[in-house]
């Protein structure tokens, strides 16, 4: 290790209870979306950038959602590598099932609790840091250096990310680190696709007792919702260094994510979310409401599922469907630059070698996957993501910052 990631390593340890204070009051800062009003915390970011002396601009297109990007220029010529990571975080509802304040941030035990704890306060904090640190060195470095804090990113982005790319594509750049949880065991070089569909069956309605009167509007939705599960027996076809890094994968997957999880991956899920019909119980329902998330394995895109949604729906002309949302599955190279570089650092700082994996979830990676720049996403274990006790634990926090660090100095060190 070159003397200059010696003294990175040793900034980020004195600078260490900082680090965990501004986390810790990082999720203080309520940003559930919905709503999505993350005005207070965007002020705790730029309360850092501003005692910094950063350049920022604030890119607001729905002032409740602002956006933070900075950039700067290194000391010599090269690529441009962008940091990016989301402020907005899952909502609790009234907080059931949680033993700790979702928005306190309490530290326990060598755990930081609260809603966005690993979701991605963590892999934000990672990414501010890491701009610091560099502008610190960046007359040593070569190129560019952005940092996107966006927000809207649980709802995908329309008015975060997506707007940026659409707007402000000089955030781009050539390369993305991003700190998503992942596991310090996994990384993300791809995720899974998600397809939303909402359908409405309607139908004249009845008494109870009257059951030739009417079909149950109810009734036919459940039968389509069954009928949707043959889209699981779909195969996907897949590039051949895709499907050899995830034979390779599937034993860290299923201790990531969970037993099943490197099946999963790579087939068609489908999920009945959210069902709502009917208005009593001695009523024929006269409708049926219900959404439905189903995600796309890599080899697979939305026209080939909804042809067979088509015939499905075909069978109950009672029964209409929409499109609510539809992100195509991505990935890049699992054995690009950025991979190596991550991993490298990964095990000189805690030992670990993370494996390349596909995501269940989505992230705002995509987007540059999408435009085949690179993409990565390293970050904490989901612990609690989206549930109850959401929780990072300090070790893990540090080895993320550490390791995001590190692997942007390599990139930048290097004119190409």
Sequence with gaps: MDGLKTKLLDRI?????LLISFLRDFIRCASPNPPGDTREAAAHVRKLLDARGVRYRVIAPNETMPNLVASFDAGKPGRHLALNGHIDVFPVGNGAGWTRDPWGGELIDGKIYGRGACDMKCGTTASIFTFLYLGEIKDALHGRLTLSAVSDEETFGPWGARYLFEHHPEMIGDCCLNGEPSSPWTLRFGEKG??????????????????HASKSATAIGAKVIGELESLTQIPAPEASNLAAALDQAAEVIDKAYGAGASQIVRRVTVNPGLVQGGLKVN????????????????GLEAPAILKLVDRIVAQHPEVSY????????SWCPPDSEMVQLVRDNAQAVSGIDPTPVISLGGTDAR????????AIVYGPSPTGMGSTDEHVTVEQFFHVVKCHVLSAYDYMSRPR
């Design 367 to 374: 987007l540059w996957r999408y435009k085949d720049i690179p």
């Design 194 to 211: 998600p397809l939303w569909l909402e359908f409405t069956v309607k139908t004249p309605g009845a008494h109870g007792a009257y059951t």
């Design 283 to 298: 009523m024929v329902a006269a409708e049926c409401r219900f959404e439905v998330d189903i995600r796309l394995p890599n």
């Design 322 to 329: 929409r499109v609510i949302n539809y992100n195509p599955p």
């Design 13 to 17: 340890e004195a600078d260490r209870e």
